[in-house]
């Protein structure tokens, strides 16, 4: 199975930050990967997919880059909204495999 | 708009089954893989299974293989999981989601997930 290793795992942050949250793959997956965000007592949101490619909604302040073994979420101003939990999924093949996760919490 | 239900869970002892639906509206359901996925308390995300929209796959993590079989029933536009042997570790929120494609592609809908305790 492919392994996914997220960090950093939490992070603590303050509103208009620049925040950089990164996913390794332990083999090539070339842009067949996606990023999530996760509210506390929510149903995950997918955020990007094909690594770069944001969901409508999905305010400009996220953007998604990477291929093959490493991938970068970055979110450029951070906003009130955006403390959660961000899980990173490779689409590449079964079984599917989550990263860790990363806790983005308020300093 | 995109609906995804889940219903079913609820509190089982060790050994117990449990069978979990995923109703889905808003979307042509033959032509997208459904997924689940399932979270412990405090713990991260796990996914647990996917069939493909035809039915193909289907596909699970290994620690519920041979004791977890999803089907669907696309003339019901329903997902199911059903769940036997459970164990302790099994407890969690599970969610349903839809892929992007028939076969694999990112979980673009989720439902709003639904527990099941596995306890003595």
Request: charged share 20%.
């Amino acid at each position: 199975a492919i392994q996914m290793t997220q960090s950093p795992s939490s992070l603590s942050a303050s509103v208009g930050d620049r925040v950089t949250i990164t996913c390794r793959a332990s083999q090539p997956i070339r842009d067949e990967f996606g990023w999530y965000q996760q509210r506390p007592g929510e149903a995950p949101q997918l955020l990007m997919s094909l690594a770069s490619d944001s969901q409508r909604e999905v305010p400009s302040r996220f953007r998604g880059s990477g291929s093959d073994t490493e991938f970068t979420l970055t979110i450029t101003s951070l906003q009130p909204e955006d403390f959660a939990t961000y899980y990173c999924l490779q689409d590449y093949n079964y079984p599917r495999t989550f990263g860790q996760g990363t806790k983005v919490e308020i300093k | 708009e995109v609906q995804l239900l889940e219903s079913g869970g609820g509190f089982v002892q060790p050994g117990g089954s449990l069978r979990l639906s995923c109703a889905a509206s808003g979307f042509n359901f033959r032509n997208y893989a459904m997924n689940w996925v399932r979270q412990a308390p405090g713990k991260g995300l796990e996914w647990a299974a996917t069939i493909s929209g035809s039915g193909a796959g289907p596909y699970y993590v290994d620690s519920v293989k041979g004791r977890f079989t999803v089907f669907r029933d696309n003339s019901k536009n329903t997902a199911y999981l059903q769940m036997t042997s459970l164990r302790v570790e099994d407890t969690a929120v599970y969610f349903c989601a839809r892929g992007t494609r028939p076969y694999m592609g990112a979980l673009d809908h989720w439902g709003q997930g639904i527990p099941v305790t596995v306890s003595s």
